[in-house]
């Protein structure tokens, strides 16, 4: 397809922003992570070639909207803008695909992944090319944050230091939620901590089993617990009880199909 084009057309796009700025830089680094991962769960899937390029390319655009939302308000809180809904209006409402795809023929894919590629659940979808593709984006984007989580600065991305967050509480309603096996709704995200089960708990919202096998073989499930030093006793305990639990989860998703 169109991905050399699509790459040179969207680092002129980034052109725009500060690149020496860490949370953009945080930025970029994720997006080419979420191509990899396109890349890589299309080998381990065995999709065609049209469905990896159309992967590679919905990887590339899917966080093109974070970008202006970083310029703004230096900020990643849902709160200050969707920035999915504000990507797909700058890439079909005002025309700018074309730089990246001449051809129309997979619009709507590309817009509907992106559109809901970070929606708390996805919409009825009834076309099986444009459900795959939703689906992959939202695997892809979140086995990367697992890398984000793991080597970038919690300052960065939650605004606290790893030994701040570690002092915080976990509220019942987001430890509640997790042994319903759902993800943490922004709105219920009080603390920093909040923030930090909803980014271990987002594992529930995996589609395919070759994702669950990466994060299986990365063991980011623990990783991602064990960064932070949990100085409160009471965190410390209800994280361990959320390690047990998430960790059948994913093992009891590692032995089944994709679905």
């Not at 797909?88 to 695909?97: A, P, Q, S, T």
């Not at 944050?145 to 002092?167: A, M, P, Q, W, Y």
């Not at 993800?183 to 594992?203: E, G, H, K, N, P």
Request: one cysteine or more; charged letters at 25%; proline letters at 3%.
């Amino acid at each position: 397809m169109y991905y050399p084009l699509a790459q040179q057309e969207f680092e002129s796009y980034l052109n725009g922003y500060d690149r020496e700025n860490d949370r953009i830089k945080l930025k970029i680094i994720h997006t080419y992570g979420v191509v990899k991962q396109a890349e890589e769960l299309a080998g381990r899937m065995h999709l065609s070639a049209e469905d990896t390029d159309l992967a590679r390319l919905i990887a590339l655009l899917h966080d093109i909207g974070r970008f202006e939302q970083l310029k703004r308000y230096d900020s990643f809180e849902p709160g200050t803008m969707d920035h999915a809904a504000y990507g797909v209006k700058v890439l079909f409402d005002k025309g700018m695909i074309r730089r990246f795809l001449p051809d129309d023929k997979w619009d709507s894919i590309i817009y509907t992944a992106i559109a809901h590629h970070s929606d708390y659940e996805l919409p009825e979808i009834s076309d099986p090319q444009t459900l795959l593709h939703a689906k992959l984006i939202r695997d892809e984007d979140k086995l990367d944050n697992c890398r984000v989580k793991l080597v970038d600065s919690t300052s960065t991305f939650i605004n606290v230091s790893e030994g701040e967050l570690g002092t915080q509480n976990i509220t019942q309603k987001v430890y509640e939620t997790v042994f319903e096996n759902k993800c943490i709704l922004s709105a219920d995200r009080v603390t920093q901590m909040d923030y930090w089960v909803s980014y271990i708990v987002y594992f529930f919202d995996i589609n395919f089993k070759e994702s669950f096998d990466i994060i299986a073989e990365n063991d980011y499930l623990n990783r991602i617990i064990d960064r932070i030093p949990y100085s409160n006793p009471v965190t410390k305990e209800q994280m361990e009880n959320i390690r047990v639990y998430m960790q059948n989860f994913i093992n009891s998703h590692t032995n089944s199909q994709s679905f």
